[in-house]
C-alpha cells in the first residue's frame, strides 16, 4: 500500500493554509474500468482526489464504498477527500479510515451532525460537512467551529455533469464572514458544476477547494484542465489580496 498523505488534520492543523487553493478532481467521471491510470493523469497536478460515495437512499445512485478506496489507496498517496452521500454515514467512517481515507465529509441533512463531527475527529480524519442546495446555510452555521471543511453544493448531489447552479453561491459568502467573525480556518468547497467559469466565481464568494469531475475526467487532457480551473481560481483570489 502507497502511504496516504500526512493527515495533517489529526494534529489540529488546516486542511489547506491560508492562501492556498486546490483542485479535487472527482473519480465520479473517471472511467471506472481504468481508476489507476485515470489518477494517474491527475497527479503530477494536484494532490486532493474527491471521491464520491452514494449509497441508493440518501441519493438515487450507487457508487463506491470501502474496497474501492482501499484498491485506489493502493497506487496513490493523494489526499482522499471523501463526500459521503449516505443516510448513515456513522457506519462506516471507522472503515473509510482505515483504508486510507483522509477527511470524510457528511451532509448536514441526515442529522446527527456533532455526534457526526466528533466521531470524525476521534478517528483523526478530517472533518467535513456538506450543504445540499436547498438547504440553508444556516442550518451548518451552529457546526462551523466543529468542522475542518465546508462543502456547499452547487448540484443536487448523485450525478455529475450537471449545471452549476449560481443561487448557492452567496452560502459561501456566508461561510466565510462567519469564519472570519469568528476566528476559524475552515476550508470552503464547493462541488457541481465546476469549470474554468464556475471556479473564478466560486473563488471570488470565498471557496478555496474546486471538485471538478467531468471538467477534468472528460477532457482530452485531464491534468491541462486541472491547471486551467486552477489558474482560472486563482485570479480572483490573487486580485484580492
Ligand atoms: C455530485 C458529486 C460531484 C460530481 C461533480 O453528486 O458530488 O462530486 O462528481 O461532477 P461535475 O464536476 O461533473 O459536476
Ligand atoms: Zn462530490
Known amino acids: 500500500m502507497v502511504e496516504a498523505a500526512k493527515p495533517t488534520h489529526a494534529f489540529g492543523l488546516p486542511l489547506l493554509a491560508e492562501g492556498e487553493l486546490r483542485v479535487a478532481p472527482s473519480i465520479l467521471s473517471a472511467d471506472f474500468g ?3 491510470a485515470e489518477i494517474a493523469k491527475v497527479a503530477g497536478v ?3 482526489l474527491h471521491v464520491d460515495v ?3 437512499h440518501f441519493v438515487p445512485n450507487l457508487t463506491v464504498g470501502p474496497p474501492v478506496v482501499a484498491s485506489i489507496r493502493r497506487h496513490t498517496g493523494m489526499f482522499f477527500d471523501c463526500h459521503l452521500m449516505m443516510t448513515d454515514p456513522g457506519e462506516y467512517l471507522e472503515a473509510f479510515r482505515d483504508v486510507g481515507a483522509n477527511s470524510c465529509s457528511v451532509h448536514v441533512e ?3 451532525t456533532g455526534a457526526l463531527c466528533a466521531e470524525m475527529r476521534r478517528l483523526g480524519l478530517g472533518v467535513g460537512l456538506v450543504v ?3 438547504t440553508p446555510y444556516e442550518a ?11 462543502l456547499i453544493m452547487t448540484v443536487h448531489p448523485g450525478f455529475g455533469n450537471q449545471s452549476f447552479i449560481a443561487d448557492c453561491v452567496p452560502k459561501l459568502s456566508q461561510a466565510r464572514a462567519q469564519a472570519e467573525r469568528e476566528g476559524l480556518h475552515v476550508t470552503l468547497q464547493v462541488d457541481g458544476g465546476i469549470d474554468e467559469r464556475t471556479a473564478s466565481v466560486a ?4 471557496a478555496r477547494c474546486f471538485v471538478a469531475g467531468s471538467a477534468v475526467f472528460r477532457a482530452s487532457d485531464p491534468a491541462e484542465a486541472v491547471l486551467r480551473i486552477h489558474a482560472a481560481a486563482y ?3 490573487s486580485a484580492g489580496r
Do not use: C, K, Q
Not at 140 to 150: F, G, K, S, W
Open 203 to 206: 473563488a471570488l464568494a470565498g
Open 34 to 36: 481504468a481508476l489507476a
Open 132 to 134: 445540499n442546495p436547498e
Open 54 to 56: 452514494m449509497d441508493g
Open 46 to 48: 494536484t494532490d486532493w
Open 140 to 150: 451548518a452555521a451552529p457546526y462551523l467551529h466543529l468542522v475542518d471543511l465546508l
Open 110 to 112: 441526515v442529522g446527527e
Open 235 to 237: 485570479g480572483p483570489i
